[in-house]
């Protein structure tokens, strides 16, 4: 099917691309098509000799080839761009000077701060006031490790049983709870507590079966468990690829109860309750950088638990993306004066800080301190580098890396490795954070570890390419060129894929001499039906892949046709939840009562 799709978008795309200019950012020409010189490359030549090469690159390397990388090559991965590309990005020119390198001052090995010390005001306080303190601040457009060791808390711990909770109520007489025990009320409820353990102790068991079946049980439900089977319980629904309001909502409501029944919880624990309130919508605001810090004062203040890195980390996280730098700064400052090391995921939140403020500078300087300091680079590493870079308005940098990348793969670090889920790049991540510590001390096991890290561009290195394109670009070939490489490296398309490639016809179609032509919507279309006839992993219908379904084809072929695919979708689409299929309705509205919706 992978086959069929890529060929049929390589053979369609034969016409003039025509691209459509963006304000504040002027896209610049690939690499591999140039569309402003009299004679163009031929697209199917150029394909053909690139998947030639892959190819013999994958089937015919010396396998004599060392496969260890050394520190310094890791280092020249960016420092190549100091001399061929500028470090400045336009937009930031309106910036002081100092703005641009608010993370790093003096030497990083004299000293575990990365802030300047000579900055009284980044003290973090408790009391901290979101919209006050960053008002000065450039909003910009764009799962942490928990630990397992519990910390102190003023609840008194004789108070906490580590075996089952009886089933009957402690506080009853003897006489009382044997009558109790023939309660057909107290019956339903042991039955409900059987059928809750069942459904938490199944691996397979989505988390909105989990809270069906703890909110069968008496209130609070925490109270009818074992120690054990609540940390499993909050263990469970900590474990999610995309955080969601549903999430957050059933995550905090178990906070609730435990908070009810008087029950201490962990700082891992806080932790999740931390993430979920700051990172449960896609873009985040002042609204939940307040939420995040009122429940992180709690568990400081009211509960008496100090605050981990993992903890500092999500704070960081969260006031980046909300564009509230003067409070990230604050947070570092806090970690500093707590002597908090930092983790792997300190030091790619610093880089992924950079490229939000536009700093490709900040970027490579991030990149380095981290190699410095003895992190393992991967793939995950890379992707943050090349994000980044985009982000900064370094479209060529970014491109080189990922060329880099791939020579640095095939040359040292060995054969093809199969796409990962979500789990294992997370379970990944912190095996290579906890190695980091423990071998920081012993060189040579360390680099023995890294030669074995995989550098291959995955599954998130198209994506982050082929979302720059459908948004800047609208370069249709290079994003079948791109398509083709994954096919090369065995990467699956996911649906991640297809929702791009959709908004993108919904962005560039419909208009003369666009290369978003109403046959390769249909071509895409069919291979989206041909995947899900097939039951393809990681390919459903889902909110967003439907909404661009259809507005993809209002746009490039009118309302008529977009009705009918709307129907076809209607026919082949499990609603699991009665709200997304409403949610669907609501963006819709302007495509199916006769406009064509926003773009």
């Known amino acids: 099917m992978e086959n069929t799709f890529i060929d049929a978008l390589m053979r369609a795309c034969s016409c003039r691309q025509q691209t459509r200019s963006t304000p504040n950012r002027t896209p610049s020409p690939s690499p591999a098509f140039t569309y402003h010189r009299t004679r163009r490359r031929n697209f199917q030549i150029y394909a053909k000799r690139a998947r030639n ?18 520190k310094r090559e890791y280092m020249q991965l960016l420092d190549y761009y100091r001399e061929t590309h500028d470090t400045i990005c336009p937009s930031a020119g309106s910036r002081p000077p100092a703005a641009a ?21 980044n003290v973090l306080r408790l009391d901290y006031d979101v919209t006050k303190a960053d008002e000065f601040d450039t909003r910009q457009h764009s799962s942490s490790d928990s630990t397992s060791h519990r910390s102190e808390s003023p609840w008194d711990p004789n108070s906490i049983q580590d075996q089952d909770v009886p089933l009957v109520d402690a506080s009853l007489s003897e006489h009382e709870q044997t009558s109790e025990q023939f309660n057909p009320e107290m019956a339903e409820q042991s039955q409900a507590i059987v059928q809750f353990l069942h459904i938490l102790e199944d691996r397979i068991s989505s988390h909105q079966q989990i809270y069906e079946a703890y909110k069968r049980l008496p209130s609070p439900g925490v109270r009818r468990l074992s120690d054990d089977s609540r940390r499993l319980l909050f263990h469970r629904l900590s474990v999610i690829e995309n955080k969601s309001k549903q999430a957050m909502l059933r995550y905090l409501r178990l906070v609730d109860d435990m908070k009810e029944a008087s029950i201490p919880l962990s700082r891992s624990e806080w932790n999740t309750a931390i993430a979920y309130a700051g990172r449960c919508f896609v873009r985040v605001d002042a609204p939940q950088v307040e939420s995040a810090l009122r ?35 604050m947070v570092l400052k806090e970690m500093d004066a707590r002597a908090l090391q930092y983790s792997r995921f300190s030091y790619v939140g610093f880089i992924y800080y950079h490229g939000l403020r536009g700093d490709g500078a900040g970027v490579r300087k991030a990149y380095k301190i981290l190699v410095e300091a003895g992190q393992i680079v991967d793939t995950v590493v890379m992707n943050c580098v090349i994000a980044s870079l985009i982000r900064a308005g370094e479209m060529p940098a970014a491109e080189q890396v990922y060329e880099r990348m791939k020579r640095l793969f095939h040359a040292k670090t060995g054969e093809y490795v199969p796409s990962r889920d979500w789990r294992y790049s997370r379970d990944l991540g912190r095996i290579l954070d906890r190695a980091s510590r423990s071998m920081r001390h012993q060189p040579k096991r360390l680099q023995q570890l890294q030669a074995k890290q995989c550098l291959a561009p995955d599954a998130r290195t198209f994506s982050i390419f082929i979302d720059y394109h459908v948004h800047f670009t609208g370069e249709l070939r290079r994003i079948t060129f791109l398509l083709a490489e994954m096919q090369e490296f065995r990467i699956p398309i996911q649906g991640r894929i297809f929702i791009k490639l959709f908004r993108g016809f919904a962005r560039h179609g419909g208009v003369r001499y666009t290369s978003w032509t109403t046959q390769r919507l249909e071509a895409v279309w069919t291979s989206l039906l041909t995947a899900l006839d097939d039951r393809v992993e990681g390919i459903q219908l889902l909110k967003w892949i439907v909404v661009w379904v259809v507005r993809a084809f209002a746009r490039c072929c009118g309302r008529a046709r977009a009705l009918h695919v709307w129907e076809e979708i209607r026919d082949r689409w499990e609603v699991v939840d009665n709200n997304e299929k409403g949610a669907v309705e609501h963006l819709l509205r302007d495509v199916l009562a006769g406009g064509q919706g926003p773009p």
């Open 53 to 70: 090469a892959l190819h013999t690159r994958f089937y015919t390397q010396d396998q004599s080839a060392s496969p260890s990388v050394s």
């Open 101 to 121: 390198q608010p993370l790093f001052h003096g030497e990083h090995k004299k000293s575990n701060s990365i802030l300047d010390p000579s900055r009284s005001d």
């Open 295 to 329: 429940i992180w004062k709690e568990m400081e203040q009211q509960t008496g638990i100090k605050s981990g890195r993992v903890t500092f980390n999500i704070l960081f996280d969260i006031a980046t993306k909300a564009g509230k730098y003067v409070l990230a700064e």
